[in-house]
């Protein structure tokens, strides 16, 4: 049972836009910047959202953050069959340097 | 740019000690805005924190190892380790080194590729 709690799956047609959510707590989310990852089949998970709505230098724009309260979502617009892959958001629970928690993950179909 | 890599036994026995080793190039590893962690993923599973060392020094892990973790920074050879004790068939995973790189304008993380580390007699 993870900390933060994500849909297993998602899908969409190309070309849709699609949203993942991810729900916590005052104690992770409502206190600290959400961190969103992408995960290819037998890659290493990359950073697609950093600090809730950031997009790290190479990011399409096409990936957008939010927050708001103890829930936070990422959202892929204009979705193309390379964007299949598994999501991960990630925050910390309590202080910054504190104990890093996973959502479960979310399994992105695109039809 | 920073590159990590990790290196480390594929095989390990039960009740042995896990020992891994990230290897980083392309700069220091001692910035007082690097947070150096391992994140392990089991077969088919999620992503599980494992621990976060900080200013060298300071370091954080998760509870559900029970104490059996230690990260550990040498800055002599630009390398992060990490060492988990008493290993059962349920530490069985790929092991990734992360960097988190927290600045005033932005963050960002660094991976290493990942190794994957199996636990069996």
């Known amino acids: 049972q993870s900390v933060l709690t994500q849909p297993p799956s998602a899908s969409g047609t190309p070309g849709q836009r699609v949203t993942i959510s991810c729900s916590g707590s005052?104690?992770?989310?409502?206190?600290?910047?959400v961190y969103w990852y992408q995960q290819l089949p037998a890659a290493a998970p990359k950073l697609l959202i950093s600090r809730s709505n950031q997009r790290p230098s190479g990011v399409p724009d096409r990936f957008s953050g939010s927050k708001s309260g103890t829930s936070a979502s990422l959202a892929i617009s204009g979705l193309r069959s390379e964007d299949e892959a598994d999501y991960y958001c990630?925050?910390?629970?309590?202080?910054?340097?504190?104990?890093?928690?996973f959502g479960g993950g979310t399994k992105l179909t695109v039809l | 740019q920073l590159q990590l890599q990790e290196s480390g036994p594929g095989l390990v026995k039960p009740s042995e000690t896990l020992s891994l080793t990230c290897s980083v190039s392309?700069?220091?590893?001692?910035?007082?805005?690097?947070?150096w962690g391992w994140v392990r993923q089991p077969p088919g599973k999620g992503l599980e924190w494992i621990g976060t060392i900080y200013y060298t020094v300071n370091t954080n892990y998760n509870p559900s190892l029970r104490g059996r973790g230690t990260i550990s920074v040498d800055t002599s050879k630009n390398q992060i380790s990490l060492k988990l004790s008493s290993v059962t068939a349920a530490d069985t995973a790929v092991y990734y080194c992360r960097l988190h790189v927290s600045l005033l304008e932005n963050a960002f993380d660094i991976w290493g590729q990942g190794t994957v580390v199996t636990v069996s007699s």
């Open positions: 005052s104690s992770n989310i409502g206190s600290n910047s």
């Open positions: 990630a925050t910390w629970d309590g202080s910054f340097s504190g104990p890093w928690v």
């Open positions: 392309g700069g220091s590893i001692t910035s007082s805005s690097y947070y």
